[in-house]
């Protein structure tokens, strides 16, 4: 596949995008705003001489790991406007509340010719940060034609994803050699984009090490620990997905009892009356953290319905088993859970952080776990031993510490690009 028959095929299947924004706006009305921004019309052009720095993070994890370099990118170079573009709603939100004033938060448009280009005149960038692995052909050939620097930090490409890209030889290796830099986390990750044609890769470490906590955690904390009180033993299932909690029931249903207390936090918001509605038909008691009201003694399950309090969850937590892990999803974002000394429990599925997942379980900050049998075992061992998670913890804090500085090296990556 080249770049024409990329386009023609991201048009013909356009109407399935909007179809599916309608569809999830009905749970998450967020994904029903801001339509005309997804074709690259936004409410006002930019007017302003600066230069300005574009970063693209598309949902809450990569938001927050681009908030530390983000702050960076504004106290070095003060002469320069900023913008944050987003793909999710959850995203957007999130930026909403942590971004510094005066910097501009909009949809990235869909990977079209029109919605590009109406972008790109728009705000005009100098330069531009995409997070991961975001790769889209057509924002990046436009990019690479107006001979707008474009960076791919923060860069990690799975075994599974490589073999994907690997299926469109030439369109993968053109648009990675269209970017200016490529700064990837691991030393993994820069063999699988150099396997897949990319020039030589840079290694900066992961931004997510550098994230801090939100603005709003330490309220959020004592407003949640006055909820629960003082003296129960609380865990976490943290941004479970679908499937996972129905597992997590079976296998754990006999150790739901007071006073320890589980927080199952989903982590998509469309999906809270879901997980409801199984706790109901587990015959669960629960409540709701969305109710503000004290729990009550019978209470097993505490719904974390909200969004943005995760650290606070992690805090609150004696340990965290993490979502995504249980099926075969990659797993989510481990470090914000060590980096409060919150240990962490991992399923066999960690691809999406496989060397920050290794890395914990050797240092002793996690332990990991291959079969669903194994969990109550686990479960029950961390629960009958706050000292082994006080001790976990600890390592977790300077597992973390030790990784700082990805932000400052992507700074010294990129500062000769920007102009």
Known sequence: MNLFWYT?????????????????????????????????????????????????AVSVGETRAALPLLRSLAEQYPDHAFLLTHTTPTGR???????????QRVYLPYDLP??????LETFTPTLGFLLETELW????????????????????????????????????????NQLSLIAAQSRADAQRFEALGAPPVELMGNLKFDAPPPCAHDAAFQQIRQMIGENRPVWIAASTREGEEELLLKHLGSL??????????????????????LLEEHHIPYQRRSAQRP?????????????????????????????GTLLPLGGQNLLEALSVGCPV?????????????????????????????????????????????????EQGRSFVERHRGATATLLGLVRKLVH
Do not use: K
């Open 93 to 103: 939100e999130t930026a909403r509340a942590e971004v510094p004033p005066g910097i």
């Open 256 to 277: 739901l009892t007071p006073p320890c207390l589980l927080v199952l936090a989903p982590r998509h918001p469309q999906r809270f009356d879901a997980v409801a509605a």
């Open 8 to 56: 023609q095929l991201t048009r013909l299947i356009l109407p399935l995008f909007f179809l599916r924004l309608w569809w999830r706006g009905r749970q998450q009305p967020g994904y029903r705003l801001h339509w005309l921004e997804r074709l690259g019309h936004y409410p006002r052009p930019r007017t302003e001489s600066r230069p300005l720095i574009w970063l693209h």
């Open 137 to 176: 052909p057509r924002l990046i050939h436009e990019c690479h034609h107006r001979h707008i620097p474009l960076v791919l930090a923060n860069a990690r490409l799975s075994e599974r994803s490589a073999r994907r890209y690997a299926l469109f030889p030439t369109l993968t290796r053109t648009l990675l």
């Open 295 to 323: 729990l009550s003694a019978e209470t097993t399950v505490l719904l974390g319905d909200s969004m943005g309090e995760m650290y606070t969850w992690y805090r609150l937590a004696q340990y965290a088993l993490i979502g």
């Open 114 to 119: 029109g919605a590009v280009r109406r972008f």
């Open 345 to 393: 429990l991992l399923g066999p599925h960690t691809f999406n952080f496989a060397e920050a997942s290794s890395a914990a379980v050797a240092c002793g900050a996690a332990r990991q776990f291959f079969t669903l049998d194994e969990l109550p075992r686990l479960v029950r061992e961390f629960l009958e031993n706050p000292t082994l998670c006080r001790s976990m913890g």
